[in-house]
């Protein structure tokens, strides 16, 4: 119904502007409680109708295609490359941490998540801090792998630590310039909400890395069915997937005037083709 009202591009709009809209709220909730956090709302709310419109168009597109169960062939992209994909994020090992039982790593996460954002102590959270290098090394990934999601995360981590210190005015004053004051409460603050960021991206990193798509998706489907959890698996093993092969086939052309009129295409036939490997599974 709502397609027929709205269209593709029309519902694609209002879901990525509700998308934007319920991520600062769940941000200022839950991480950075700052309501300095909602100045973004403007600049974000311009990008998720551009978005929206960008992504309703490639989706009318992408079913388009499926409905005229058109063959898709990408120019650049190898033919074996377009087999069915494995998980960029599960690394096999026989470590502890990957012979723990699945449902009791979801659990410690989720316990650990929930707990990382009910309290704010800095001392409870080196503690888990420390509790999670303990685990990265009995799961012998090497620190590097364990970080790297962090490393992706590191402007917003910034960002989650610059927002409380700039516009935290409450406490005693550290520095004062002009218009800026600097708290120590708001330098608490940014250190609190970067650190739940690092916390929070540990964990599920942790977890992806030493549990297997399957024993995953096995472990999920018992709690919230199997359709969810196939979606979920899914997503795990495509959504990297279909950047690789995006990644790979920008650097296999040169940059220049045609690269524009290319990219379009080039994304609406990845979907076309990652959707119809999905259904071989």
């Given at each position: 119904l709502l397609m027929n009202v709205f269209?593709?591009?029309g519902l694609s709009v209002i879901g990525s502007a509700s998308h934007v809209a319920v991520q600062v709220v769940l941000?200022?909730?839950?991480?950075?409680?700052?309501?300095?956090?909602?100045?973004?709302?403007?600049?974000?709310?311009v990008s998720a109708v551009i978005m929206g419109w960008f992504t309703g168009l490639i989706a009318m597109k992408v079913c388009e295609k499926l409905e005229k169960g058109e063959i898709v062939k990408i120019e650049g992209v190898k033919e074996q490359e377009t087999s069915p994909l494995t998980s960029k994020t599960y690394i096999e090992g026989d470590s502890t941490v990957h012979?723990?039982?699945?449902?009791?790593?979801?659990?410690?996460?989720?316990?650990?998540?929930f707990a990382v954002l009910i309290f704010s102590n800095i001392y409870f959270y080196i503690g888990l801090f420390a509790l999670l290098l303990i685990l990265g090394s009995l799961s012998k990934l090497g620190y590097k792998k364990i970080f790297s999601g962090v490393?992706?995360?590191?402007?917003f981590l910034v960002f989650s630590f610059i927002l409380p210190v700039l516009f935290g005015n409450s406490g005693q004053s550290v520095f004062e310039a002009g218009f800026l004051r600097i708290t120590a409460e708001g330098l608490y603050n940014g250190v609190i909400f970067s650190s739940r960021l690092v916390l929070l991206m540990l964990a599920t990193t942790l977890v992806m890395s030493t549990t297997s798509p399957e024993k995953l998706s096995g472990c999920l489907k018992k709690y919230i069915g199997?359709?969810?959890?196939?979606?979920?698996t899914l997503s795990m093993l495509y959504i990297p997937g279909f950047w690789e092969k995006s990644n790979n086939y920008i650097k296999g052309h040169k940059v220049d005037t045609k690269i524009a009129g290319k990219l379009f295409p080039m994304v609406v036939s990845l979907l076309v083709m990652l959707y119809m490997e999905t259904e071989e599974i």
């Amino acid at each position: 119904l709502l397609m027929n009202v709205f269209g593709f591009i029309g519902l694609s709009v209002i879901g990525s502007a509700s998308h934007v809209a319920v991520q600062v709220v769940l941000v200022y909730l839950l991480l950075i409680k700052n309501t300095a956090i909602f100045l973004l709302l403007p600049w974000l709310g311009v990008s998720a109708v551009i978005m929206g419109w960008f992504t309703g168009l490639i989706a009318m597109k992408v079913c388009e295609k499926l409905e005229k169960g058109e063959i898709v062939k990408i120019e650049g992209v190898k033919e074996q490359e377009t087999s069915p994909l494995t998980s960029k994020t599960y690394i096999e090992g026989d470590s502890t941490v990957h012979s723990f039982p699945v449902t009791a790593k979801i659990a410690i996460a989720l316990i650990m998540i929930f707990a990382v954002l009910i309290f704010s102590n800095i001392y409870f959270y080196i503690g888990l801090f420390a509790l999670l290098l303990i685990l990265g090394s009995l799961s012998k990934l090497g620190y590097k792998k364990i970080f790297s999601g962090v490393k992706r995360l590191r402007v917003f981590l910034v960002f989650s630590f610059i927002l409380p210190v700039l516009f935290g005015n409450s406490g005693q004053s550290v520095f004062e310039a002009g218009f800026l004051r600097i708290t120590a409460e708001g330098l608490y603050n940014g250190v609190i909400f970067s650190s739940r960021l690092v916390l929070l991206m540990l964990a599920t990193t942790l977890v992806m890395s030493t549990t297997s798509p399957e024993k995953l998706s096995g472990c999920l489907k018992k709690y919230i069915g199997k359709r969810l959890s196939e979606i979920m698996t899914l997503s795990m093993l495509y959504i990297p997937g279909f950047w690789e092969k995006s990644n790979n086939y920008i650097k296999g052309h040169k940059v220049d005037t045609k690269i524009a009129g290319k990219l379009f295409p080039m994304v609406v036939s990845l979907l076309v083709m990652l959707y119809m490997e999905t259904e071989e599974i």
